[in-house]
């Protein structure tokens, strides 16, 4: 729990300084991104099908008593036309450790789809489905299925804030076990986007999902991404995450897991 309110507190701190320079630095950029802008706000969307995809990797390594490394690689692929937005998200984690002669790998794969309808200029609907493999916590297969609205806090040229609130439910499968919980779920996720100059740029994500019932617990994940660009296409990132289970998948299994990465960034995108 300190270590949780730590880093909540730094993120805190972060957040109110890239918020100030953002306010002093408010000199707009060239052209907002049409895949994390409402279509109502683009008053020259070009007609047609729109294109986006971007992707990172970072590669961490450890070397002595423990030794080891792990693989991090993530894609998405953006769709458009109109007001409607397709949007597809994955992860994959490969991880191997080794103590002495015995040797531990571990894999995590995630999966998330959303088709997306923009209703007023600062809302949109939501329906997506979040697919979730991981060995560290005993996850044989996780799916969650969730349908709600997200509304733009904030919107400046070089700061936004949005907040989507949904409800679904969860199907999960533990690792050596044929039974498959079933729950309703109440699901939020808030982005933040701070351009701190043309090349730099910070990103934050928080999502939340409380599963609901008897047997009630929540989890949560918190990204933090600055990435700096060094051409169009191609940028270098630093990026922590943390994530939180409430209850412990197994014994022995920490509930709170960090990590801390650096690595390579690119993205291509069809013009507006």
Not at 174 to 198: C, K, P
Request: charged share 20%.
């Amino acid at each position: 729990m300190k270590i949780t309110l730590l880093c909540m507190f730094r993120y805190t701190m972060l957040l109110i300084a890239l918020t100030a320079l953002s306010v002093i630095n408010n000199t707009s950029f060239a052209q907002q991104n049409w895949w994390q802008t409402n279509s109502l706000h683009q008053d020259s969307l070009q007609a047609g099908w729109l294109f986006h995809t971007e992707g990172t990797y970072s590669l961490d390594r450890a070397s002595g008593t423990i030794s080891g490394f792990l693989h991090d690689g993530t894609g998405a692929v953006h769709l458009r036309n109109d007001r409607w937005l397709l949007r597809t998200v994955g992860e994959m984690k490969y991880q191997r450790i080794s103590i002495g002669p015995n040797t531990i790998r571990e894999k995590y794969f995630y999966i998330d789809g959303a088709l997306v309808y923009d209703i007023v200029p600062r809302m949109h609907g939501e329906v997506g489905a979040i697919w979730e493999k991981d060995d560290a916590n005993r996850i044989d297969q996780r799916l969650v299925s969730y349908a709600g609205l997200n509304y733009e806090l904030v919107r400046t040229p070089r700061f936004g804030i949005n907040a989507l609130g949904a409800f679904g439910e969860q199907r999960k499968l533990r690792l050596g076990s044929s039974e498959v919980q079933t729950n309703f779920i109440g699901y939020f996720q808030q982005n933040m986007r701070v351009r701190i100059t043309d090349r730099i740029f910070f990103t934050e994500r928080f999502i939340w999902v409380h599963e609901l019932g008897d047997d009630a617990s929540y989890r949560y994940y918190l990204r933090l991404q600055a990435v700096f660009r060094f051409t169009p296409v191609f940028a270098g990132m630093i990026k922590h995450e943390i994530r939180y289970e409430e209850k412990a998948p197994a014994p022995g299994i920490d509930r709170l897991n960090q990590q801390l990465s650096i690595g390579f960034r690119f993205e291509w995108a069809s013009t507006n």
